[in-house]
């Protein structure tokens, strides 16, 4: 479009000059845009944040000539405009906007006189628009280019708004500003409350999220200090128990039958099958070790005795411990079925090796009072 004629535009002379300034200093906007969007983009990386998306752009010819229509009498040239580069952070959350800006105060100079909080800015019963936009400048510390001197002068903005933020401002600038009419009242009330419970959304998936943040601390504390009984049986929870190795005695006691070495493996499935027990706390996972391990070692002992095995899974002992744990409460071949095809998924190998498991189990000393 910058073949067209400025005169096109009906701009007052002082928007002509704007844009005839515009077109010759296009190349140092479109670096700046993209310095600020990947300082911006490497910065959040380095800091270990997440956000949704990072949005950047450079305002087109027709874009600033709209806007010198509408105010025109604001801007003496191209560098008053503040917004003809503008950088959009969409976080997750409401609470990490603030963490965003106090990065992005880190790495541009600020403008505070023409920065806006508009999330600041509404009445106790108005509900709208909600988002930070600070007004910067690159330090030559961040990016210095011979090629662009103007690089340091522009200013650009940075918005910073939540995703559900960044819905309504979306579907508001679609309903509203853009529509060239104003909005009936009827309509604008329904709006206003979309916005509210936009907003409280917003709000409650922070609380939710810190809550579950407190929860896990408190979890680990839990598990940290040995107080199992205190502990729901759940994945959190017993995430923070396997790292404890609380197996890792009983698979050093079965390795030790035949010289072997214990061959890691991932814990986590065993969930599901102390799930399939009846376990509520880890103070009951705790139990079972403490009631069972001596017979579960014994077990392993039949099953490795004759064999010259000098690698064993690090779940052996678990299995163990579980078999042990239903055979003392009357379980059988079909129960040691049930819990290892909640393990591995239902087969028929899992069958074959609850036979085995229970015929070796037989000659364990608590099988007599349980089969009297």
Known sequence: MENRDVTDYRLPPRGFKIIQEYREKRAAYEKLMSVVRDTLAQSIKENNLYVNAIEARVKTEESIAGKLL???????????????????????????VDKIAALVGRLFEIDWENSIDKRRMHEVHSFGYNSLHYICRLPKSVCEDPAFPELNEIRFEVQMRSALQHVWAVLDHDTGYKS??????????????????????????????????????????????????????????????????????LNKRIAAINQAEIYETSLVGFLKVFRFLGFTTLGDVEKMIQDCSEDAYHLAAFQLGNTDLDIINSSLAVVNLCAVYLLKRGGGILELTRCLDELNGATEKNRRRAEKMFELAKKLAFMDSVNG
Do not use: W
């Open 70 to 96: 509408r105010k025109g009498g604001k801007y003496s040239d191209l560098l008053s405009l503040t917004d003809v580069v503008g950088v959009r952070v969409i976080t997750c959350y409401n609470d990490e």
């Open 180 to 249: 060239g009419f104003e909005v009936p009242k009827e309509y604008q009330r329904n709006l206003s409350r979309l916005a509210g419970m936009l907003e409280l959304i917003d709000e409650q998936f922070c609380v939710i999220r810190t809550g579950i943040s407190n929860y896990r601390r408190h979890v680990h504390s839990l598990v940290s200090s040995g107080r199992f009984d205190e502990v729901a049986l759940d994945g959190d929870s017993f995430g923070n128990y396997l790292e404890l190795h609380p197996f890792d005695p």
